[in-house]
Antibody, heavy 125, light 110 residues
Framework: EVQLVESGGGLVQPGGSLRLSCTAS????????MTWVRQAPGKGLEWVSA????????YYADSVKGRFTISRDNSKNTLYLQMNSLRVEDTAVYYC??????????????????WGQGTLVTVSS | SYVLTQPPSVSVAPGKTARIICGGN??????VHWYQQKPGQAPVLVIY???DRPSGIPERFSGSNSGNTATLTISRVEAGDEADYYC?????????????FGGGTKLTVL
């Protein structure tokens, strides 16, 4: 059974940092791209970042580029999202999701077939 | 950047057919995925690559994509189908490839 469990959310002041983790099980982690998606309170889904199975290719939304860093440790079956220079508008539930395929050499186009339950990040003074 | 447009809400009586549209420039040339999200829960994939259904998703759910509109169709709607639905595409048309979600459509079962 595929399981994705996020952790690391919490309350942080504007300008602060936080690292989210997503521990995966039930599939061969290195064979699949992984993604972070967020949802602000009462709002829709917003894609944040994606990473290929090897970790060699990464993609970011314009809203987080230069502030967030996605990474993965395939030996630990864990996905990370390092979030720096946090803003009030980064407040959201952050979901990790498994892509149904790995990225190609130039893009990650496969749908997200499994999602974690999310972790809440609140940026407030 | 690429924009996907969905109606904020759709209402349908039980047993009828609901159609949720997702508009985008030449969306027919892209692969569209659809997600269902119920309150307090993570999204669930219900249609992928325009019209494929994951295992476990009822045959009542179907999808199509042509021109500037993709459509999620739910036949014989049930109370349990009440949820938010999001369309999604991968956009590589600009210099910055990325995933794009529609704004979401709240399906209300009357």
């Amino acid at each position: 059974e595929v399981q994705l469990v996020e952790s690391g959310g919490g309350l942080v002041q504007p300008g602060g940092s936080l690292r989210l983790s997503c521990t995966a099980s039930g599939f061969t982690f290195t064979n699949y791209a992984m993604t972070w998606v967020r949802q602000a309170p009462g709002k829709g889904l917003e894609w944040v970042s994606a990473i290929s199975g090897s970790g060699g290719s990464t993609y970011y939304a314009d809203s987080v580029k230069g502030r967030f860093t996605i990474s993965r440790d395939n030996s630990k079956n864990t996905l990370y999202l390092q979030m720096n220079s946090l803003r009030v508008e980064d407040t959201a539930v952050y979901y990790c999701a498994k892509d149904s395929e790995d990225c190609s050499s130039t893009s990650c186009y496969a749908p997200f077939d499994y999602w974690g339950q999310g972790t809440l990040v609140t940026v407030s003074s | 950047s690429y924009v996907l447009t969905q109606p904020p809400s759709v209402s349908v009586a039980p047993g009828k057919t609901a159609r949720i549209i997702c508009g985008g420039n030449s969306i027919g040339s892209k692969s569209v995925h659809w997600y269902q999200q119920k309150p307090g829960q993570a999204p669930v994939l219900v249609i992928y690559y325009d019209s494929d259904r994951p295992s476990g998703i009822p045959e009542r759910f179907s999808g199509s994509n042509s021109g500037n509109t993709a459509t999620l169709t739910i036949s014989r709607v049930e109370a349990g189908d009440e949820a938010d639905y999001y369309c999604q595409v991968w956009d590589s048309s600009s210099d910055h490839a990325n995933w794009v979600f529609g704004g979401g459509t709240k399906l209300t079962v009357l």
